[in-house]
């Protein structure tokens, strides 16, 4: 992707500038005497591990931390960023990973939240309906004004958090992960806007895991490791092999290699499967399926087309009508809620696709979500019945060794953790159980490199062992790596199935369509 034409002034001044900057948390020294130049109407990403300072670089920049030391010049100038307004102030705006909507709220409304025109709001709305027709004829980002944040997916939210910024006069976008919570054709209508905010002469900074985004949408590249900046490269100037090392500190095995499967006895049997939502909306339809231990089925579809409800049954959070037999035992599917409790019992691990509002209590402690639904397990209870914290300490910790957690801490908060590395918290005690089939939904979601070959490989040892794993994703080629079977599902139905290993993206893409769907 070419850059942007500037004249010779422009060019040489760049729209940002990081000098020096360094930043410890105790100990914890996060940034590390970090230099970074930034050229106007480019888009530059930055990459790196879990951990690595990124989001406490950005966090500094958009002036949630102050750095210890160094300088921040925006076109040249040094600019004191003591908190969010002084940024935006700046020209710069941010994009979170975990989009900061007020849900209830109109899309007008969360526009004005922060910026209101005095105690009267019509004014600031009128002015804003005007500025987002403007914005939307400008930059390609329609949006309905009216619509309220909660009715709206999850791609339309992000674009409102981009309106947002551009409505108040962002030059430099940051966005953390942005395609952390999108589908694939969402991705691409990003990347096409960020094209066309590129065009207009914005300055985009994308911060995010996946090497293939990196080399497609941007134009240069930084990378992160350990708080330190160790590389800034033109993009056009690497490969995704070249950056993996560059992040890692090692070769990286960017396709998972995996023995053939040694399917055994029918572990789970799903016959006749139907959802109804509360408000009467069917979202799975008569789906059937079985899985056998020694194999991983991989469940790929668009998001919204039942998987996550399918995973949601089967973990015992969402009743259901049909038949669900575990080793030939029936699952009772009347509860108003199921029952994930008997689930558990009955063999069922489940890593839920929402890590913090499901896999987590985000201000506990690392060693007391490690045991989050096992805490009555008799193993885990000293002899007066009490909970031996001691122990699940210990065991949070070997958790935390095995799984290369960061920083290897059972005492710190959840939330204190990268995304990353919350996920290989809940993956960790899922597997830990050594269920009898394990339940993953989106098990890379905003995971590094690094960190996605360790869970790829610590699942396919799942399967190796004779378990049974159930994969729900988003990432195609995350779903044909790893899966030995794949089931496709379009609107709540079941379209077909194939082997892996006789399969490709272009025809599972046509039955996640709708299109092309046989029996297997």
């Known amino acids: 992707m070419a850059g942007a034409a500037l004249s010779g002034a422009d060019a040489a001044v760049p729209a940002l500038e990081l000098r020096g900057i360094s930043k410890a948390f105790g100990p ?23 951990g690595a300072g990124k989001s406490t670089l950005m966090s500094i920049l958009y002036g949630f931390y102050r750095a210890d030391a160094g300088e921040i010049l925006i076109g040249g100038r040094p600019v004191r960023i003591a908190d ?29 939240l922060g910026s209101e025109e005095g105690p009267l709001l019509s004014r600031s709305l009128g002015k804003a309906r005007r500025a987002l027709r403007k914005l939307a004829a400008d930059y390609g980002l329609e949006v309905d004004p009216d619509a309220r944040i909660e009715d709206l997916g999850v791609g339309m939210r992000q674009r409102v958090e981009i309106l ?69 490269l033109a993009t056009s100037q690497t490969s995704p092999a070249k950056l993996a090392e560059r992040m890692v500190g090692r070769k990286v095995l960017l396709r998972t ?24 909306v069917r979202r799975l339809s008569d789906v059937s399926l079985q899985l056998r231990a020694g ?10 087309n039942g998987q996550s409800h399918l995973l949601e049954v089967l973990g015992g959070i969402r009743p259901a009508t049909g038949h669900i037999r575990i080793d030939g035992e029936e699952l009772d599917l009347s509860g108003p809620r ?27 402690h690392a060693w007391e979500d490690s045991v989050f639904g096992y805490h009555t397990d008799p193993a885990l209870r000293t002899r007066l019945r009490l909970m031996d914290n001691a122990r699940i300490r210990d065991r949070a910790g070997a958790q935390m060794a095995r799984f290369d957690i960061r920083p290897p801490d059972p005492d710190l908060a ?23 089939l394990l339940l993953i939904g989106q098990p890379t979601r905003g995971v590094d490199i690094g960190a996605i070959e360790l869970i790829h490989r610590r699942i396919l040892e799942l399967r190796d062992a004779g378990k049974a794993v159930l994969l729900v994703s988003v990432e195609l080629d995350e779903i044909l790596n790893l899966s030995d ?36």
Do not use: W
């Open 28 to 50: 914890v020294q996060a940034n590390r005497d970090i230099s970074l130049r930034v050229r106007r109407g480019t888009i530059h990403g930055i990459i790196g591990e879990n």
């Open 84 to 112: 969010s307004q002084d940024a935006i102030r700046a020209g710069i705006g941010m994009v979170f990973q975990h989009f900061k909507l007020v849900e209830p709220f109109t899309v007008l409304e969360n526009i004005i």
């Open 164 to 232: 947002k910024a551009l409505y108040r006069q962002a030059d430099i976008l940051i966005l953390d992960e942005p395609t952390g919570v999108l589908t694939p054709a969402e991705a691409d209508h990003l990347f096409r806007i960020l094209e066309n905010l590129k065009s207009q002469g914005k300055t985009i900074i994308l911060i995010t895991h996946k090497l293939r985004e990196i080399m497609a949408a941007t134009d240069t590249v930084s990378v992160m490791r350990r708080g330190e900046m160790t590389a800034t």
């Open 257 to 280: 290699d995996k023995s053939p499967a040694r399917p055994g006895r029918v572990v789970l049997e799903i016959e006749g499967l139907c959802v109804t939502d509360a408000e009467g």
């Open 295 to 304: 194999e991983i089925l991989g469940i790929a579809g668009i998001a919204g």
């Open 338 to 364: 199921g029952d994930a409790r008997a689930r558990r019992a009955a063999g069922i691990a489940h890593v839920p696709e929402d890590r913090q509002r499901e896999g987590l209590i985000m201000p506990f």
């Open 414 to 436: 959840a939330q204190s953790f990268s995304g990353g590395n919350q996920q290989k918290l809940v993956l960790a005690r899922e597997i830990d159980r050594n269920p009898d």
């Open 485 to 520: 079977r794949i089931a496709v599902i379009c609107g709540g139905r079941i379209m077909g199935e194939r082997r892996a290993d006789e399969t490709d993206e272009t025809e599972l893409g046509l039955m996640m369509a709708g299109l092309g769907g046989r029996a297997a």
